[in-house]
């Protein structure tokens, strides 16, 4: 296994903030930033569970992702990461597939990260309000090359390059108090060739508006 399939499944399976930080160019700290704002919106009372204005009361899981929409963008795709569990003010579900263990398959990856963010003690922010603020807080990286609104989605969805290549892609959306964001790279095929923005970004898209319709 070479030294970049072996890059692309630690950053794949990587926590969101490390996974972030694992990546390169300046998208990394921006989403970086957006992940601890949104963790800190609630910092003066975070709560232990959803208010009772809040939608989401827990993050929905990868049961949410449409197994077939995921083997069309990894062929042989595997089901790595299946976790969920509390964060300060939210509740958090994460999931990853590759496809890098399927023999004659592109090694590809998709991560899935569903955040739930709670009203905090107080009242505010509420959850939608957190949740807004995290999309907020990643609005830089509409100024990057290949970054683009995504109207299907809803008010403040971004795509966007996922690294300083230019290759893998990166969406974001909410959906009242829930935040979801995907992650699409890999090769093209198994000779190495980097999988272009163009498909990273139409995949992960359209992954995206499959989520958003089982929500």
Known sequence: M?????????EATATPARR?????????????VAIATGLVLGAEGPAVQAGGDDTYATA?????VDPEAVESLLDGAELETAEHGRLDGAD??????????AGDAAPRFLH???????TDRSGEPSGSQAAAGQLEGLSPVADLEGAAPVPALGGGALVWPGDSGGTGAEVAFRRDNLVVRLAYGGDEGTGGTPLSYEDARDGAVALGEQVADSL
């Open 2 to 10: 070479d030294a970049r399939v072996e890059r692309l499944i630690s």
């Open 20 to 32: 972030w930080a694992l990546a390169a160019g300046g998208v990394v700290v921006i989403a970086g």
């Open 60 to 64: 929905p899981g990868c049961d949410h």
């Open 92 to 101: 958090s579900a994460t999931c990853v597939w590759t496809s890098v263990a």
């Open 112 to 118: 899935v990260d569903l955040t739930a963010y709670y």
